[in-house]
């Protein structure tokens, strides 16, 4: 992923879900509001941390997935 906000992402995801899990759904959440890893910008994040949070809260738990989707909409 050469897309700093991406790679931002994919790390604190990885730091919860691991590695394989992390890119996955960093993919497939930025396909569902219509963007690639490699396109996504500061624009598209709220929408991005919303989808995100309840993968997180499926591998994880509530509190986690909300806090790593506040971090996600801080980024720029």
């Not at 691991?18 to 759904?25: K, L, P």
């Not at 624009?43 to 790593?68: C, G, H, Q, V, Y």
């Amino acid at each position: 992923m050469a897309n700093s906000l991406t790679q931002e992402i994919d790390r604190m995801l990885s730091s919860v879900m691991g590695d394989f899990i992390a890119t996955a759904t960093l993919k497939k959440n930025c396909e569902l509001i219509g963007t690639s890893p490699d396109n996504l910008s500061a624009a598209e994040l709220p929408a991005l941390a919303e989808k995100i949070e309840k993968s997180i809260a499926f591998f994880n738990n509530a509190d986690t997935a909300r806090e790593l989707a506040e971090k996600i909409k801080a980024l720029r």
